[in-house]
Every structure is written in structure tokens, then in C-alpha cells.
């Protein structure tokens, strides 16, 4: 069955910190790979997401992330985080075949002080 | 814009209760899919279908069915509902082609007492 594995619960920065989110998956197979965010009080909306070429992939408000297969890995960074990018942020996977759910993380707290 | 509804945002039911949450999807998607969002769990599959009158478990099924009469729509039943079944539930649907990204609503906080 597939997992995915999000090392941090919660992440604590001050504004312009760099971030790196990590995020692990289990899976042998062919994978899509995406990055969610949730910010308080709101649905969730994704952020970037990764099917196939370049394995570094950006998505929206400078984030991106990069995907590693032989580390079954794809990790979220931002250079210089603001304070509005306080949400939690879920990684997840899904098969690449049809008839096939997301997995999700567990999530991490991103907390920007300003 | 895909638009994901759900029917209410916040519900207070009691202990064994009939719960319905009903889910409503505007871009003609084939899948849809429920799951549960709790604190340090992450979200949890329910269920999902991926075409009218099907439907799929997921991770936790237990104590949950589902109804998929019409495309667009896809309802969550909460049977007899207990305590441990107070949880944020999102709904959320995607198309069956190549993309795989799935569209959220807003979420149902619902309260068993």
C-alpha cells in the first residue's frame, strides 16, 4: 500500500527564513506527486504538483519543490518565506493508473513570525 | 473554475443520528471521493467513486456508506452516528484523464454529541 511521510509536525520561522519541507513516499511504481496548502479558515488548494520531465517543479507564491526517485523523496522549499504563508502544508501521492485515490501526510504547521 | 460545494459547513448532530453530507461538483468529473481531516492524521480516505452507483472503500470505512445516484453528486451517510466520527469531512473530484490534481470543497466540520 502506499504512504506518504511528512518528517516535521510543526515548523516555526521568522519572516524571510528559508524553508524545506520533506516529504517521503512509499510506492514502487509510477507516481504523481503534489503539494497542498491550507491556510486558516480556507479549502485546500494545491500548490504544485509533479507528473513527469523536469523533476524540480514550481508552483505558486515561489514555492517549489523537487523530486528525487532514487530517495522516494519530493520536498518542499521556499527561498524567503513571509509571514502569509503561515498554513499547513500536506504532501501527497497518487498512482499513476486510473481508479486511484491521493494519499496524504499527516500535514505540517508552518508558523511565519513577522 | 472547478467548483466543489458541500452542503453545510458546520452540523451538530447527537449520538445516533442519521447524518447525510451531500457533495456537489460542477466540471463533469467521474471520480469523486470523501475523506476525514483530523488534527496530526493528516487526511484519511473514506470512500470514493469513480463513476455513477460505484464506489470504492478507502482507509476507513467503517461506520460510513456512500450514495452516488447522479454524477455530479456524491453523499456521505453516516449510519448511526457516534463521537469518534466528530471530524472536518472534505469531498473533493477530479476527471479520469491524465492530470490527477482533485478539487476540494470547503468542508463540513461535524459535531456528534
Known amino acids: 500500500a502506499q504512504s506518504v511521510s511528512q518528517h516535521n509536525h510543526h515548523v516555526i520561522l521568522s519572516e524571510a527564513a528559508s524553508l524545506e519541507l520533506g516529504c517521503n513516499y512509499s510506492y514502487g511504481g509510477t507516481v504523481n506527486l503534489f503539494w497542498y496548502v491550507q491556510y486558516p479558515g480556507q479549502h485546500l488548494q494545491l500548490l504544485l504538483k509533479y507528473f513527469s520531465g523536469d523533476p524540480l517543479v514550481k508552483g505558486i507564491k515561489g514555492f517549489e519543490a523537487e523530486f528525487i526517485k532514487s530517495k522516494f523523496s519530493f520536498n518542499l522549499r521556499k527561498p524567503s518565506v513571509q509571514w502569509s504563508d503561515t498554513a499547513e502544508y500536506f504532501c501527497?501521492?497518487?498512482?499513476?493508473?486510473?481508479?486511484?485515490?491521493?494519499?496524504f501526510g499527516k500535514g505540517t504547521t508552518l508558523s511565519v513570525s513577522s | 473554475d472547478v467548483k466543489v460545494t458541500q452542503s453545510s459547513r458546520y452540523l451538530v448532530k447527537r449520538t445516533g443520528e442519521k447524518v447525510f453530507l451531500e457533495c456537489v461538483q460542477d466540471m463533469d468529473h467521474e471520480n469523486m471521493f470523501w475523506y476525514r481531516q483530523d488534527p496530526g492524521l493528516g487526511l484519511r480516505l473514506i470512500y470514493f467513486s469513480y463513476d455513477v452507483k460505484m464506489k470504492e472503500k478507502g482507509d476507513i470505512p467503517e461506520g460510513y456508506s456512500v450514495s452516488r445516484e447522479k454524477k455530479e453528486r456524491f453523499s456521505l451517510i453516516l449510519e448511526s452516528a457516534s463521537t469518534n466520527q466528530t471530524s472536518m469531512y472534505l469531498c473533493?473530484?477530479?476527471?479520469?484523464?491524465?492530470?490527477?490534481?482533485?478539487?476540494f470543497g470547503p468542508g463540513t466540520r461535524l459535531t456528534v454529541t
Open positions: 501527497a501521492v497518487n498512482a499513476n493508473q486510473a481508479g486511484t485515490a491521493l494519499i
Open positions: 473533493a473530484s477530479r476527471n479520469s484523464g491524465s492530470s490527477y490534481e482533485q478539487y
